[in-house]
């Protein structure tokens, strides 16, 4: 058999972080296995399904490297095919017409809470023969569910799960405007495209049960389910706004690399030893459902935010100045042209030591893309007395002549020149950091004075000598 994973997201708007954490799962589950990974748009409702809506999934899944194995399916085209297999159910007595009025159903729930009972349908038209409706009175495809005996899931993840069908009650899969329901129409889509394995949140096991029903009701074999705990906040409350990011590109925006936000949504659910930081591949050979644990896990930001700087150790400084780049388009008084490219290229290794996000790392380069004359904070402010001022003015002396320009042997001219003038290295950095930066902290300073380049470090301290 070969394994054959979904990802079914609802385009609503959003990729929330706990239908990611479904589709890496998903992914990763196919991979291991040597099968396939699918996705499917689940568009039937109309009115919120806009392609803007499926270009957040698409542009989500892409970025976070989850790559489907076929075209995606879009639901909303196969509603011929859903038709046709609840008229397949009707014709073969495992579904019946129901004639309800709005108002009966509403009578039926009524009495049913009177009585104490959960509000489901009654079987009124399970066993009536449809001549006794009204002529051309509308109609919905009920299924009939066996009310006898339970339904027990093998849950990959959840293990037994069982539940008696008298607490299953006749539901509609087709509705009397002729479309289908959800349950319906995930049933038959799963089993068209030959899914073995149906990974989602254990928010839908209710829904496996009913779903059951039409397996069941069309003698198709059923797929194996794993139902994964969601994702909950810090304090174990359900994940919403006031905890932080919750869907992918809030996490984007806020300068998580994918790569990290993969992670550490698989290590949340999933576990395997001590191991914390796994490359793609050791997820995909390591990655299986009984690691995944069964309790609610708890969205740690911090920890995404530890798991985040050490993979921005890792990334390429090309990649990494891009993004820079990008973020500082438009950020006032930083220019954003080739030469600050250039110098944030030349001194990324030292940012990306400094930094936990993309939000960090544009953050603490912008300074290579201002123009003199630099503001500068409080604390800059201290380091730049008089005396630093016309230390500064001697020292720019000294690195005028300095050759090449690298930070090796500007490391060498800043030591000589601390030694010469009987100060300590710190007492010529901070007040250069200073006037360089316009704060009191960047990567070492001999990279920092290589990266602006000898004109601008003259420039820089000049406009210092004359502040
Ligand atoms: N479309 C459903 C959702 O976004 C998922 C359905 C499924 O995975 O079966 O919640």
């Known amino acids: 058999m070969t394994v054959r994973t979904r990802f079914a997201p609802s385009p609503t708007g959003l990729l929330h972080i706990g239908n990611a954490r479904a589709a890496l799962f998903n992914f990763l589950y196919a991979r291991h296995h040597g ?38 399916v879009f639901q909303s085209t196969r509603v011929e095919r859903h038709k046709e297999v609840a008229l397949q159910l009707l014709e073969a007595g495992k579904a019946y017409k129901c004639f309800c009025t709005p108002e009966e159903l509403k009578q039926m729930r009524e009495q049913a ?10 079987g009124m038209w399970r066993d009536r023969d449809p001549s006794e409706a009204p002529p051309g009175a509308p109609y919905a495809v009920r299924i009939k569910a066996d009310h006898e005996g339970e339904t027990v899931i093998e849950d990959l993840v959840q293990g037994e799960v069982r539940v008696a069908n008298a607490e299953l009650d006749d539901m509609i899969i087709l509705r009397s405007d002729g479309t289908p329901t959800y349950q319906h129409a995930v049933v038959v889509d799963d089993h068209d495209m030959d899914i073995t394995h149906v990974i989602r949140g254990d928010d839908h096991l209710t829904n496996t049960f009913r779903q059951l029903m039409i397996y069941r009701a069309m003698g198709w074999d059923q797929p194996r389910f794993a139902h994964l705990p969601l994702i909950h906040g810090p304090d174990g409350a359900k994940l919403s706004k006031r905890h932080g990011a919750q869907s992918v590109v809030e996490f984007r925006d806020e300068g998580y690399l994918p790569e990290a936000l993969c992670n550490y949504l698989l290590r949340l659910g999933w576990g395997h030893g001590d191991a914390e930081i796994l490359s793609r591949d050791e997820q995909i050979r390591l990655f299986d459902l009984d690691g995944v644990g069964r309790s609610p896990s708890r969205m740690d930001y911090t920890k995404l935010t530890h798991v985040n700087a050490v993979y921005l150790r890792e990334a390429d400084d090309e990649r990494l100045t891009n993004d820079v780049m990008e973020r500082l388009t438009g950020r006032e008084g930083v220019d954003t042209g080739p030469v600050t490219r250039e110098r944030v290229l030349k001194l990324m290794p030292g940012l990306k030591e400094r930094a936990r996000t993309l939000v960090e790392l544009a953050d603490n380069a ?14 800059a402010q201290k380091h730049l007395t008089p005396e630093a001022r016309a230390m500064l003015g001697e020292l720019a002396r000294a690195l005028a002549v300095v050759e090449p320009f690298e930070a090796e042997q500007i490391d060498a001219a800043l030591r000589l020149f601390a030694e010469t003038y009987g100060h300590k290295l710190g007492q010529v950095a901070q007040p250069l950091r200073a006037a360089l930066t316009g704060t009191t902290t960047s990567p070492g300073i001999d990279a920092t004075v290589a990266a602006l380049g000898r004109d601008e470090v003259l420039a820089r301290i000049g406009a210092v000598q004359n502040g």
């Open 113 to 122: 809470m009177a009585e104490g009972r959960p509000p489901r349908y009654n």
């Open 35 to 72: 099968g396939q990974f699918l996705l499917r748009i689940e568009d039937t409702d109309r009115e919120r399904s806009t392609q803007k809506a499926v270009d957040v999934i698409f542009d989500g899944l892409k970025w976070m490297g989850i790559t489907a194995d076929a075209e995606p």
């Open 366 to 379: 912008a300074f290579l893309g201002r123009q003199v004359p630099l503001t500068f904070d409080a604390k």
